[in-house]
Protein backbone atom coordinates (compact mmCIF):
# COMPACT_ATOMS: atom_id res chain seq x y z
CA UNK A 1 0.00 0.00 0.00
CA UNK A 2 1.45 3.33 -1.09
CA UNK A 3 1.41 6.58 1.86
CA UNK A 4 2.43 9.64 1.62
CA UNK A 5 3.76 11.61 4.84
CA UNK A 6 4.19 15.12 4.90
CA UNK A 7 6.66 16.78 7.89
CA UNK A 8 8.19 19.71 8.30
CA UNK A 9 5.17 22.27 9.50
CA UNK A 10 4.68 24.87 12.30
CA UNK A 11 4.35 28.46 13.40
CA UNK A 12 6.61 30.69 11.80
CA UNK A 13 6.78 34.79 11.91
CA UNK A 14 5.61 36.61 9.16
CA UNK A 15 8.30 37.03 6.75
CA UNK A 16 9.74 33.73 7.70
CA UNK A 17 10.93 30.28 5.82
CA UNK A 18 10.00 26.89 6.10
CA UNK A 19 10.54 23.23 3.93
CA UNK A 20 7.55 20.87 3.53
CA UNK A 21 8.56 17.42 2.91
CA UNK A 22 6.34 14.46 1.50
CA UNK A 23 7.74 11.23 1.77
CA UNK A 24 6.40 8.61 -0.49
CA UNK A 25 6.32 4.70 -0.13
CA UNK A 26 7.36 2.74 -3.30
CA UNK A 27 7.46 4.49 -7.02
CA UNK A 28 4.74 6.31 -6.84
CA UNK A 29 6.33 9.65 -7.68
CA UNK A 30 8.46 7.98 -10.25
CA UNK A 31 5.35 7.02 -12.06
CA UNK A 32 2.81 10.29 -11.13
CA UNK A 33 2.93 14.13 -11.36
CA UNK A 34 3.23 15.05 -7.84
CA UNK A 35 1.21 18.21 -6.26
CA UNK A 36 1.17 20.07 -3.04
CA UNK A 37 -1.97 21.82 -1.88
CA UNK A 38 -2.99 23.56 0.65
CA UNK A 39 -6.65 24.45 2.82
CA UNK A 40 -6.89 27.22 5.00
CA UNK A 41 -10.10 27.28 7.52
CA UNK A 42 -13.21 27.59 6.26
CA UNK A 43 -12.02 27.56 2.43
CA UNK A 44 -11.48 25.00 -0.24
CA UNK A 45 -8.82 22.61 -1.05
CA UNK A 46 -6.60 24.74 -3.70
CA UNK A 47 -3.61 23.90 -5.83
CA UNK A 48 0.19 25.25 -4.09
CA UNK A 49 1.80 23.95 -7.70
CA UNK A 50 3.38 20.15 -8.68
CA UNK A 51 6.69 18.84 -10.20
CA UNK A 52 5.64 16.41 -13.31
CA UNK A 53 7.79 12.99 -13.80
CA UNK A 54 10.48 14.56 -15.21
CA UNK A 55 10.76 17.66 -12.98
CA UNK A 56 8.95 20.59 -14.64
CA UNK A 57 7.10 22.91 -12.02
CA UNK A 58 3.91 25.14 -12.00
CA UNK A 59 2.48 27.34 -9.31
CA UNK A 60 -0.40 28.92 -8.45
CA UNK A 61 -0.13 32.52 -8.94
CA UNK A 62 -0.17 33.26 -5.71
CA UNK A 63 2.68 31.76 -4.49
CA UNK A 64 5.01 32.53 -7.60
CA UNK A 65 8.54 33.62 -6.72
CA UNK A 66 7.58 32.41 -3.06
CA UNK A 67 7.48 28.79 -2.87
CA UNK A 68 9.48 26.32 -4.51
CA UNK A 69 9.17 22.51 -5.27
CA UNK A 70 11.95 20.06 -5.47
CA UNK A 71 12.16 16.10 -5.33
CA UNK A 72 14.97 14.70 -4.45
CA UNK A 73 17.37 12.12 -7.10
CA UNK A 74 15.66 9.01 -6.00
CA UNK A 75 12.14 10.76 -6.35
CA UNK A 76 11.16 9.32 -2.81
CA UNK A 77 10.67 12.93 -1.18
CA UNK A 78 9.36 15.83 -2.79
CA UNK A 79 9.38 19.14 -1.16
CA UNK A 80 8.18 22.58 -0.98
CA UNK A 81 10.47 25.44 0.17
CA UNK A 82 7.96 28.51 1.33
CA UNK A 83 10.05 31.50 1.73
CA UNK A 84 8.75 35.39 2.62
CA UNK A 85 5.10 33.55 4.64
CA UNK A 86 2.72 35.83 5.25
CA UNK A 87 -0.72 35.04 7.66
CA UNK A 88 -2.64 34.44 4.29
CA UNK A 89 -0.13 31.37 3.65
CA UNK A 90 -2.03 29.68 6.98
CA UNK A 91 -3.62 26.21 6.10
CA UNK A 92 -2.99 22.47 6.01
CA UNK A 93 -0.49 21.47 3.63
CA UNK A 94 -1.02 18.41 1.68
CA UNK A 95 0.53 16.29 -1.29
CA UNK A 96 -0.80 14.36 -3.58
CA UNK A 97 -0.12 11.75 -5.96
CA UNK A 98 -2.10 9.50 -8.30
CA UNK A 99 -4.87 8.76 -5.93
CA UNK A 100 -2.88 9.17 -2.91
CA UNK A 101 -3.37 12.12 -0.54
CA UNK A 102 -0.89 12.63 2.43
CA UNK A 103 -2.15 13.42 6.01
CA UNK A 104 -1.24 16.84 5.61
CA UNK A 105 0.84 18.89 8.04
CA UNK A 106 -0.06 22.51 9.67
CA UNK A 107 1.17 25.66 8.75
CA UNK A 108 1.02 28.66 11.10
CA UNK A 109 2.39 32.07 10.66
CA UNK A 110 2.01 34.49 13.12
CA UNK A 111 1.83 38.04 12.17
Known amino acids: QVHLVESGGGTVQAGGSLRLSCAAS????????MGWYRQAPGKQRELVGS???????NYADSVKGRFTISRDGAKTTAYLQMNSLRPEHTAVYYC?????WGQGTQVTVSS
Open 96 to 100: HSAVI
Open 26 to 33: GTIFRLNQ
Open 51 to 57: ITIGGST
